[in-house]
C-alpha cells in the first residue's frame, strides 16, 4: 500500500522558516521523481519544487528559487522542503508526489500558513 505522509507544516511570521517532510511507503522510492505541490485558496496546483530519484537533479518554481531546498534521504524513503524568508504568498497546502511514468500519488497534504 502506497503511502505518502507530510508533516512540519503551520504557523509562521514572514521571514521565518519551516521544513516539510513526507515520509514514502509502499513503493521502491529511489526509481521516483519526487515532487512538492502547493494549492492556495481559489488557485490551481502549482509545483514548487521536484528531484529525481538516484540522480538527485533537481527544478524549482520560479517564485521559490534561492528561498526552498529540496532535498531526499533514499535510505529514509523521505523528501524534505527547507522553506526560508517566507512570505504571505506562501501560503498554501503543501502536497508531496510521487511519480514513475505512468505511475502517480499523492499525500494528503499539510498547511502552511505565513502570517504576522
Known amino acids: 500500500q502506497v503511502q505518502l505522509v507530510e508533516s512540519g507544516g503551520g504557523l509562521v511570521q514572514p521571514g521565518g522558516s519551516l521544513r516539510l517532510s513526507c515520509a514514502a511507503s509502499?513503493?521502491?522510492?529511489?526509481?521516483?521523481?519526487m515532487s512538492w505541490y502547493r494549492q492556495a485558496p481559489g488557485k490551481e496546483r502549482e509545483l514548487v519544487a521536484a528531484?529525481?530519484?538516484?540522480?538527485?537533479?533537481?527544478n524549482y518554481a520560479d517564485s521559490v528559487k534561492g528561498r526552498f531546498t529540496i532535498s531526499r534521504d533514499n535510505a529514509k524513503t523521505t523528501v524534505y522542503l527547507q522553506m526560508n524568508s517566507l512570505k504571505p504568498e506562501d501560503t498554501a497546502v503543501y502536497y508531496c508526489?510521487?511519480?514513475?511514468?505512468?505511475?502517480?500519488?499523492w499525500g494528503q497534504g499539510t498547511q502552511v500558513t505565513v502570517s504576522s
Open positions: 508526489n510521487a511519480r514513475l511514468a505512468f505511475l502517480d500519488y
Open positions: 509502499g513503493f521502491t522510492f529511489d526509481y521516483y521523481t
Open positions: 528531484i529525481t530519484g538516484a540522480g538527485g537533479r533537481t
